[in-house]
């Protein structure tokens, strides 16, 4: 009797931390959105009435996929430009910025500030480079019910959060790009693809080896839903335990651009799908060469990582790279086809 008592306070216990964890997680969230409503209040209330016109805009899908990695402006965005603004509206975009963003050194808002000084430094030699270049937009009006989307975006750069009854729901897509490569920005990103394919036997690598390069990711700007129907490269069933830590650690690089429990969310989910995640590289496993590449498919994430051709330094080389969710972009507001697996 004492056995089965023990044993009946020992789930009770394990019920109610289960409990108490999910409630500190769900409260989190609603803390931290709490910060990211107030942090957007403060920057929407500091603008004036044409400024605002530019800032807050539709949600809608035309307004919500307008968004590339080109150094092309309010040509091909919405939202208003960083260098339109005072130096206490810049501030309060910031802020909205580091509320919204993942907090974990070297991911979310260190990487997205870490672009945008990659492109000023470009800026002292062509015009067309600039932090002021960025844009910040947002696709309705923020508030605890309804659902918006919050745009942070500009050359090697495109934020898509999708916010829905106070709380984060998407963090994708998200593209970021870097040069010249000795930035650190990506380091993180780079080093856990290379640290995944490194970690392959050469048997497994000819498995993951695609036929064909790129000449750019493959489901960039202006390719939502555009996924291929076929699965590519080795799948993680058929990695050891080690080499699938590995995958997961390179995936939550990417991750990390949400909010911390966001981010918990999604890698609960790619965790799940581990197994039915497909790694695939073409070039080298060091990935510092022209056309290097590397992809992780799984029947919800998607990432790419590419090395193209240097631009503004045309003898070496520089990154881009995506984060998609086969299900999820943009919170499934839209519809652009799926081709979950």
Same mark, same amino acid.
């Given at each position: ?32 959105? !709490?910060? *990211?409503? !107030? ?12 400024? #605002?016109?530019?800032? *807050?805009?539709?949600? =809608? ?9 080109? &150094? ?21 975009? #910031? ?15 260190? @990487? ?14 062509? #015009? ?13 009006? &923020? ?24 709380? @984060?729901? !998407? ?11 000795? =930035? ?53 069933? $058929?990695?050891?335990?080690?080499? #699938? ?7 939550? @690089? ?10 918990? $969310?999604?890698?609960?989910?790619? %965790?799940?799908?581990? %197994? ?56 499934? !507001?839209? @519809? ?6």
């Amino acid at each position: 009797m004492k056995k089965v008592n023990l044993w009946l306070n020992w789930r009770l216990i394990c019920g109610l931390v289960v409990i108490l964890i999910m409630r500190n997680t769900a409260e989190g969230a609603v803390s931290k959105y !709490s910060i *990211v409503l !107030s942090a957007s209040e403060k920057f929407i209330g500091s603008l004036s009435t044409e400024q #605002k016109v530019m800032a *807050v805009v539709a949600y =809608n899908q035309a307004n919500a996929v307008k968004w590339t990695n080109l &150094p092309c402006g309010l040509q091909c965005r919405v939202g208003i430009l960083l260098g339109s603004l005072s130096a206490s509206q810049k501030s309060l975009a #910031k802020n909205v910025a580091k509320a919204a963003l993942g907090a974990s050194i070297g991911a979310g808002y260190d @990487q997205v500030m870490g672009i945008m000084e990659a492109d000023a430094f470009l800026g002292k030699g062509r #015009k067309e480079y600039s932090s002021d270049n960025y844009i910040i937009a947002f696709l309705g009006m &923020p508030d605890r019910a309804g659902k918006w989307q919050l745009q942070i975006g500009g050359h090697h750069l495109a934020v898509n959060l999708t916010f829905n009854e106070g709380r @984060q729901v !998407s963090a994708s897509p998200l593209f970021m790009g870097l040069e010249p490569p000795e =930035n650190t920005t990506l380091k993180g990103n780079h080093d856990a693809l290379v640290d995944v394919l490194k970690s392959l036997t050469d048997g497994q690598l000819a498995k993951a080896r695609l036929v064909e390069g790129y000449g750019d990711v493959f489901v960039g700007p202006g390719k939502d839903g555009a996924f291929p129907v076929i699965k590519a490269g080795i799948k993680a069933s $058929e990695l050891s335990s080690q080499q #699938k830590s590995k995958v997961l650690k390179a995936i939550l @690089q990417w991750v990390h651009i949400a909010d911390d429990s966001t981010a918990k $969310e999604l890698m609960k989910v790619y %965790n799940i799908d581990l %197994n039915d995640t497909f790694v695939a590289f073409y070039g080298g496993v060091d990935l510092n060469k022209k056309s290097d590449y590397v992809r992780i498919d799984g029947p919800d994430v998607w990432i790419e990582f590419i090395c193209q051709p240097g631009a503004v330094f045309p003898q070496g080389i520089h990154y881009h790279t995506i984060y998609r969710d086969h299900l999820r972009d943009y919170d499934s !507001s839209f @519809q652009f086809g799926s081709t979950r697996q």
